[in-house]
């Protein structure tokens, strides 16, 4: 939208240049209309971006050898350290919880993102300090042949208060500032658009460059013992990170909050059976549209077909008079307005394909587990004296993947296949998280081939002639896989949540991939379970030659493919609300005077 200035200097008059200002409601951090070109883009993107980096870095240096810590220094049993370091990553997605809440309702996603970065440093410094003082003692201990002395009760609750901080303050932080990121490109412009799509598949490529960081030269540093100076690295990097992002604040773009949307959700469901025997037929023509703006942006939903019963909260006729009348406000505990109602629609739609994405997540998390433990039985000697490669190293190349395919998908795939299709984005969201299912698929039955021949390739117990490098295959599938259904899911969600729920969206993401660390968990303990019989090994035991890991992959990816074919139920029946595009500002320019403000000079 662009607005005339009229500039009144004595009896002169003359028109000042005409601003171009966002068409989504974003404002600056004075609370005005944000003005394109001296506002969000990607100069404000990047700086979101190397923010994620930054931050990815600092985090992954604590999370990637967390349980080693625990062994080595805490001197804890391998169970216990698995056990805590799984509680402590889920966690970091239970805050996120916490984040999006803050964000959508109360104090707006910078705020949000500035306070909780803010806690993620002074974690790491308490870590960092009281490592280096109190938990690395005697020096030089904390490797693998050179375990730490016992610690204090005091020193054990310093250390736990430091990593529950970073706990708090990375899972508050990351699901806001993905939609921050988004927040910076106007999406009802097309060329801007454009770019707020490309924008979550280079915030995801941020996010894998820090991880690989961590995951090889903290992770070196970690492993021989140098637990202080990696942390302190950690610390360092997320410093930056805050500094970096604190300044942008001139150069963001804001939305406001849009309040609590619990009670809105409450007040729809309250309201819908209160007026179960309103006695009118639900439909638009009787349905409340609400005087006020319908959310901080302005911008009304309108009704759409689907969960009728909702439609009863916003209900308004001739039998139903006490709802609402001319002399008194509306009671919203009692009438709701169409978009408040669309909020919960949304919601509700977006639920089955969320649930979806939960068992894809079961398939990445064996790249951090099953992965490992079926690497380390392969062989791995390299053709330089005295060098193996450490079966966790494997990862990199799914992040060496991740990169590969999103700078080709971008730069390749999306112009191809806007040609034939039109669209500018290339394949729709669906689309590719469709196609990420079908990939770890592949990816679970590659895993299987490639432990089908390695057991066939056993000379010794917990050893094999098969090289490790026999695993890349797998690994560049789950790279391609996460790309489609994450980066997809990211755009999806931000897409399709209400403009007072985009942080919760992000959340959700995150939730997905918790849950699919509990499920597998599920699934393998009941395999285990079920196929250990009267003192044979089951499918996934200690010796792995004496197993069967290679059936349980493919159990995995015949789950897989039956989530994919519910899936395709769910996406092919989903339907996406509409938004009234339609602000004050603009109502206002058909009757010739939004635009125009008279300023004496």
């Not at 899972?171 to 490109?185: E, I, R």
């Not at 330089?384 to 990199?396: D, H, K, Q, R, T």
Request: with cysteine; glycine share 10%; charged share 15%.
């Amino acid at each position: 939208m662009k607005m005339r200035v009229v500039v009144v200097e004595g009896d002169e008059t003359r028109t000042a240049p005409k601003e171009d200002y966002t068409l989504d409601g974003s404002v600056d951090i004075k609370g005005s209309p944000a003005v394109k070109g001296k506002s969000g883009g990607w100069l404000a993107g990047g700086l979101i971006l190397v923010n994620q980096g930054l931050a990815t870095l600092a985090f992954f240096g604590v999370n990637v050898n967390l349980v080693l810590f625990l062994t080595r220094v805490l001197q804890q049993s391998n169970g216990d350290a698995a056990n805590n370091v799984s509680k402590w990553t889920g966690t970091v997605y239970m805050f996120s919880l916490i984040g999006a809440f803050l964000s959508d309702s109360y104090w707006g996603r910078y705020k949000t993102c500035a306070i909780f970065q803010a806690i993620f440093v002074l974690g790491l410094a308490l870590l960092s300090l009281s490592s280096r003082l109190y938990l690395i003692s005697p020096v030089g201990c904390g490797t693998e042949h050179a375990p730490c002395e016992p610690h204090s009760g005091s020193e054990l609750v310093i250390f736990y208060i430091a990593l529950y901080m970073i706990a708090f303050g990375n899972g508050g932080y990351q699901p806001n500032v993905a939609t921050f990121g988004a927040d910076q490109f106007d999406g009802e412009d097309p060329a801007e658009a454009h770019s707020k799509v490309s924008f979550f598949s280079y915030f995801y490529l941020a996010l894998n460059l820090g991880s690989l960081f961590s995951n090889t030269f903290l992770s070196f540093l970690e492993d021989k013992g140098s637990w202080a100076l990696g942390f302190w690295v950690s610390t360092a990097a997320a410093a930056t990170a805050l500094l970096l992002f604190l300044s942008g604040t001139l150069r963001y773009r804001y939305f406001r909050p849009a309040g609590n949307p619990v009670g809105r959700i409450f007040q729809v469901a309250f309201a819908a059976c209160r007026n179960w025997k309103a006695g009118v037929s639900p439909g638009a023509e009787s349905l409340d549209e609400g005087d006020e703006k319908a959310d901080s942006n302005g911008r009304k939903l309108l009704h759409t077909k689907g969960f009728r019963f909702l439609d009863r909260a916003a209900l308004v006729g001739a039998n139903n008079p006490k709802l609402r009348t001319g002399t008194q406000p509306r009671d919203p505990w009692r009438l709701c307005t169409v978009t408040q109602v669309e909020e919960v629609k949304r919601i509700l739609r977006l639920l089955p394909i969320w649930l979806c994405t939960i068992l894809y997540s079961v398939v990445f998390t064996q790249m951090a587990s099953l992965f490992v433990v079926q690497g380390a039985a392969m062989r791995r000697n390299t053709v330089f004296a005295g060098f193996s490669v450490p079966p966790s190293s494997m990862s990199a190349f799914d992040i060496l993947t991740v990169a590969a395919t999103i700078f080709l998908y971008r730069r390749a795939v999306c112009p191809l296949v806007s040609r034939l299709t039109g669209r500018l984005t290339g394949p729709t969201e669906l689309q590719r998280m469709g196609i990420g299912l079908v990939l770890g698929a592949m990816a679970m039955v590659t895993a299987g081939t490639v432990e089908h021949f390695r057991k066939a390739n056993a000379t010794t117990a917990m050893g094999s002639d098969l090289h490790i490098m026999w695993q890349v295959p797998q690994y560049a599938l789950i790279g391609v896989s996460e790309v489609m259904m994450y980066v997809g899911q990211l755009e999806f969600f931000n897409g399709e949540m209400p403009d007072g729920l985009k942080s919760f969206g992000s959340a959700l993401c995150m939730m997905s991939m918790s849950l699919g660390n509990y499920v597998s968990d599920l699934i393998v303990s009941a395999v285990t379970k079920a196929t250990t019989v009267r003192g044979r090994p089951g499918w996934i035991p200690a010796d792995l030659n004496d197993g069967h890991l290679d059936r349980f992959y493919f159990l995995l990816a015949a789950l897989a493919v039956a989530d994919f074919a519910v899936y395709l139920v769910c996406a092919s029946r989903y339907r996406s609300g509409t938004v009234d595009e339609r602000t004050t500002d603009e109502e206002e320019e058909e009757d010739g005077t939004a635009g125009e403000v008279v300023a004496p000079v």
